[in-house]
């Protein structure tokens, strides 16, 4: 399939986990992609690899919560590209911490990156795409945003604000022909889950709550993404897509 061929993905949080999954996706489905990332060595060393499997793709070193930095990246992908047609706000940061433990500063620090960095992206791609007519723009939510988990309450609260800025971006949005959708997986195999977690609390976890007795992978995510961004998806807005093998079905 070749859905996004003279398509323009913007992905953040690209060089990894679900994100590089993601990238990967779209340019197999001939998408041209600007991905922005934190660690630059990473995204440089993913950029080349990328780019012997004959990807489109231009990289730039970002923290998403510097909106300056976005700005600039945004412009420069803009000046390459001519448009973006797609968003992907991926970018994230998690761990755990009990409510009482939690320092300001790490509380600043998880809405900083989470819910702040994808409104810098995503107000800042909405500009380009609204003066185009169109476009779409998917946030990475959780089932963390719909349901609690102990000792995430910082997590939990940007993830939230992700749900209900995803539906207010909808309602202001839909007038400029954009679309606004937000993907909320469940326990998905990346290099942040497997920092925080166990191999001994991943199987008492797949055990107890997840009834497709796995936990996800990337690629169970990002079909979800192309699908949202693709014509099928066209009358879809506004919508926060579970994906997680079940859990919230308890
Ligand atoms: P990873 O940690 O594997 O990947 C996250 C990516 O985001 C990394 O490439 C990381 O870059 C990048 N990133 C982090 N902070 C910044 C920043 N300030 N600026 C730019 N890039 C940044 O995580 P996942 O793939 O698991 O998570 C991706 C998204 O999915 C997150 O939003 C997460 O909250 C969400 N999610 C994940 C779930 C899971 O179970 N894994 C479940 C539900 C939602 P670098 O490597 O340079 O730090």
Known sequence: MNRFSNQVVLVTGGSRGIGRAIVERFAAEGAALAVLDYDRDE???????WKEAGYTC?????????????????????????K???????????????????????????????????????QRVAKEMSAAGSGSIINMASTNGLVGEAKYAHYNASKGGIVLLTKTMALE???????????????????????????????EYIRTKIPLGRVGKPKDISGVFAFLASEDAAFITGETIVVDGGQLAF
């Open 84 to 122: 973006i047609d797609v968003l992907v706000n991926n970018a994230g940061i998690a761990w755990e911490e009990p409510f009482l433990d939690i320092q300001a500063q790490n509380w600043r620090k998880m809405l900083d990156v989470n819910l702040n960095g994808m409104f810098y992206v995503a």
């Open 173 to 203: 949005l839909g007038a400029f022909g954009i679309r606004v959708n937000a993907v909320c997986p469940g326990y998905i195999q990346t290099p942040m889950s497997e920092a925080i977690d166990s191999p001994e609390f991943i199987e």
């Open 58 to 82: 231009m990289t730039f070193p970002v923290d998403v919560s510097n909106q300056e930095q976005v700005d600039q990246a945004v412009a420069q992908a803009v000046s390459a590209y001519g």
């Open 43 to 49: 995204l440089d060393k993913v950029g080349r690899e």
